[in-house]
């Protein structure tokens, strides 16, 4: 069994900061790409950003300038630092992999349970 457990959300005012983070646990072969979903009441999931094994990040337009993703390879983890927060932010973000176990090489998308971030006065 594969699970992301994510941590981090919260309550926080406008302008405020919160830093989510994913850990991936199991018998993993090899995580092509981790990254972060939002879905806001009555929205679709939309992509927040993600980065891929060998570094490269991409961001949705919303969040460039404000949001940083980083992971850590040898703890299988990633990172969402959000900063400059709005109320628009507000929603459940989800943890989001694709990654292969063995003996396959073929990537398969895992989700977390998402985690609740609150942006209000």
């Known amino acids: 069994q594969v699970q992301l457990v994510e941590s981090g959300g919260g309550l926080v005012q406008p302008g405020g900061s919160l830093r989510l983070s994913c850990t991936a646990s199991?018998?993993?072969?090899?995580?092509?790409?981790m990254g972060w979903y939002r879905q806001a009441p009555g929205k679709q999931r939309e992509l927040v950003a993600h980065i891929i094994s060998g570094g490269s990040t991409t961001y949705a337009d919303s969040v460039k300038g404000r949001f940083t993703i980083s992971g850590d390879n040898a703890k299988n983890t990633v990172y969402l630092q959000m900063n400059s927060l709005k109320p628009e932010d507000t929603a459940v973000y989800y943890c989001?992999?694709?990654?292969?176990?063995?003996?396959?090489?073929?990537?398969?998308?895992?989700w977390g349970q998402g985690t609740q971030v609150t942006v209000s006065s």
């Open positions: 989001f992999a694709r990654l292969s176990r063995p003996p396959s090489s073929d990537g398969v998308p895992y």
């Open positions: 199991g018998v993993i072969n090899r995580i092509y790409t």
